[in-house]
């Protein structure tokens, strides 16, 4: 694709975002039922209907992304395919190329994945199913399945299927909400 196609379907795909700003807020899943026929136009190759992306996520390169079923991509989070690092070392090590010079590596993302904000997802990762990454992570290499990853780098620090009593217990507290529903906040468990 030309360069000055590239960018005209950028400031379309921008444009359609903001048109949607309203939607996402107040029924996700309508907003959803529009955004992921837009995101899959644009490229972004899907296994599945993911449960949320986020208007905010930045996808560097559509055509080099995956997304499995009922993957959630939080607010702010990079999906980065591209690194310019390269050009940097070779003129470090005095052979710098005539221009700058970029890698580009997929990134796949299984099904039942929970990306936190801020999460920063590097070229060649690829996450397995059922993984949470936590807030603030930066995710490189193979993230295994039934995996909970966390900070920068990001490292394992368990399994989803560990402690399944500590997951019953957060559903039946106080903080638990179910999603949003006809505009109300509705809680979880009936008391």
Known sequence: MSRIRRA???????????????????NPRAYMK???PILSAYGLHLNGFPRYISLRARFDDFEHITLGERTVIS????????????????????????TDIAIKREIKIGSNV?????????????????????????????IPSDSIV???PAERV???????ERWRERREGSAALADWEFGLKHRVTEN
């Open 75 to 98: 607010k702010y989070v990079i999906l980065l395919t591209h690194d310019y690092s390269l050009t940097t070392a070779l003129i470090a090590i005095g052979e710098p190329p005539s």
């Open 34 to 36: 529009l955004y992921v």
């Open 150 to 152: 966390v900070g920068n």
């Open 114 to 142: 929970f990306i936190g904000m801020n999460a920063v997802i590097l070229p060649g990762t690829q996450i397995g199913d059922d993984v949470i990454v936590g807030a603030g992570s930066v995710v490189r290499g193979i």
């Open 8 to 26: 005209i379907w950028r400031i379309g795909l921008h444009l359609l975002k903001v048109a949607l700003i309203p939607l996402e807020n107040l």
């Open 158 to 164: 368990g399994s989803l299927r560990d402690h399944p």
